[in-house]
């Protein structure tokens, strides 16, 4: 259900109209966004704007704005229409929180060694996964948050992966396929399909886009070793950027390569090993030592790089930081492959066979699921 908002003050200039809503927030919309976003220049079918920058005044004015019956609505001084803009969108576009309908924020877990996975992170038979949409949308909603979630009791079939995540997103091919394997071969093409430990990272650094969410579905569990690690890539990123901002900056700021090379593939990106947004905010971290191609040489601050490179590996290898976890026949984990980072502990391919399946998620695909299941069970979607 919608929840509603309020606003507790208005002011207007010629320029602006301030809002402070009900929760605190104070938003600040400009004349000129406010004409731009009108609603009567959009098509009212798919909402797609009807018109262009230039079409609209160079600098619009405001004469009033007053708020009724949940509508905010604009006089102009230079020109003789008037428009409506709905509180609850307005509040939406505040980061204001209305309806559920925005992206979940991550919560970042820094204390993985503590973590309880069947408490602390969501689970879900795969049954319900697919005829309670109800559950699948807390389910997702975890996912976003936590940026890993688990679904249990999935047939080991060859088939069952792909059955299993169709509700969730979109499958992405690579050079694997559609699908890809993971167990031991006598030559492995990556070591990830060797018995050898792997440290934490994340995958596909190299390819560009990076893939956006990970699926590994458990065919078949090693009694002795194998267990799956997971740790938040965000928290460990913002851990650091506390003990030590200057290599936070350093990470966040220097281009690194990737490179994959086999048979049938030879990929290379990049990018750095922290990435954020234009607000400064973590949208990724990139952490793959096997992948890592050497740095250009004229590097004008290289020992500052490995410096800063080498104190966020050492945190990776924490065992606080750490979830350690195995799985069983049939479990399924789905992780945002941006931001948690997965790694295994060693095992014997010749005493115990292990083998998992596993599959990408592009992100756009995962994150619309989830908006358009919210808008299903809210009743805001349009048939």
């Not at 207007?12 to 605190?24: F, L």
């Not at 505040?94 to 996975?117: F, Q, T």
């Not at 050492?314 to 399924?332: A, I, N, S, Y």
Request: proline share 7%.
């Amino acid at each position: 259900m919608t929840k509603p908002v309020h606003p507790r003050a208005l002011r207007t200039t010629p320029d602006t109209v301030s809002i402070e809503w009900d929760d605190g927030t104070l938003a600040h919309y400009a004349g000129i966004w406010l004409r731009d976003n009108r609603r009567e220049d959009r098509d009212p079918h798919n909402g797609q704007r009807l018109i262009d920058i230039a079409d609209i005044p160079l600098e619009p004015k405001i004469r009033s704005a007053t708020v009724a019956d949940g509508t905010l609505t604009i006089e102009w001084a230079t020109e003789t229409h008037r428009d409506g803009f709905d509180l609850e969108w307005l509040a939406a576009r505040a980061g204001v929180a209305v309806d559920g309908s925005l992206p979940p924020v991550p919560v970042p877990w820094l204390d993985g060694a503590a973590r309880d996975p069947h408490q602390d992170f969501a689970w879900l038979p795969s049954t319900e996964l697919h005829r309670d949409p109800v559950g699948r949308l807390g389910w997702l909603t975890r996912l976003l948050e936590d940026g890993i979630a688990f679904v249990s009791d999935v047939p080991c079939t060859p088939a069952a992966l792909l059955g299993t995540v169709a509700p969730l997103g979109r499958v992405s091919e690579t050079n694997y396929g559609s699908v890809f394997d993971v167990r031991a071969e006598p030559v492995p093409s990556n070591l990830a399909y060797s018995d050898l430990g792997l440290g934490l990272h994340t995958d596909n650094p190299y390819r560009d886009p990076v893939p956006g969410f990970q699926a590994l579905h458990v065919m078949t569990a090693s009694p002795d070793g194998g267990d799956s690690v997971f740790a938040d890539g965000f928290a460990l990123a913002d851990h650091l950027r506390t003990l030590d901002a200057q290599s936070f900056e350093v990470l966040s700021q220097t281009a690194v390569p990737f490179r994959y090379v086999s048979a049938d593939a030879d990929l290379h990106a990049e990018r750095p090993l922290i990435e954020l947004s234009l607000r400064g905010r973590l949208t990724a971290v990139h952490y793959n030592n096997r992948s890592i191609a050497p740095l250009p040489i004229d590097g004008r601050n290289m020992q500052g790089f490995y410096t800063a490179y080498r104190r966020f590996a050492t945190l990776l290898r924490e065992p606080r930081h750490q979830f350690v976890h195995k799985l069983r026949d049939g479990d399924l984990v789905v992780f945002d492959n941006r931001r948690i980072l997965h790694g295994r502990t060693a095992f014997s391919s010749a005493c115990h066979a292990r083998h998992l399946r596993g599959c990408y998620l592009t992100r756009d695909s995962v994150l619309s699921e989830r908006a358009l299941l919210h808008r299903r069970l809210s009743g805001t979607l349009r048939s």
